[in-house]
């Protein structure tokens, strides 16, 4: 069975092909890569306003919202979730200071 990560993936990658007027989503990549990566800010602002306020369901649907507009982005450029989650699996085990370390070499 696939994970709400791959379902929402391939909804995404339908929604290329709708029309900007009939999918919020499809609205977002017409209007390009700067109103997606603003969308991003817009919602890792709320994520971050929802976490000082400490309201756990607050800090919860605003990083739904900010995952799915991530999502969104990772669509636009032709990326997969799967290559995030390859990402976090190369990084398990692997001490974050190790691993900054290996980003500046």
Not at 19 to 24: F, N, V
Not at 69 to 80: F, I, K, P, R, S
Request: with cysteine; charged share 30%; glycine share 6%.
């Amino acid at each position: 069975m696939d994970n709400t990560l791959t379902q929402l993936a391939r909804v995404l990658e339908d929604r290329k092909l709708q029309p900007a007027e009939k999918s919020y989503v499809a609205s977002l990549y017409d209007k390009g890569l700067d109103a997606i990566l603003k969308k991003i800010g817009e919602e890792a602002t709320e994520t971050v306003i929802a976490a000082k306020n400490g309201d756990n369901s607050q800090i919860v649907y605003e990083t739904a919202d900010l995952w799915f507009h991530c999502l969104v982005l990772l669509a636009h450029q032709g990326l997969h979730p799967d290559d995030v989650l390859h990402e976090l699996q190369r990084r398990f085990g692997l001490s974050g200071l190790d691993e900054k370390a290996r980003r500046t070499e």
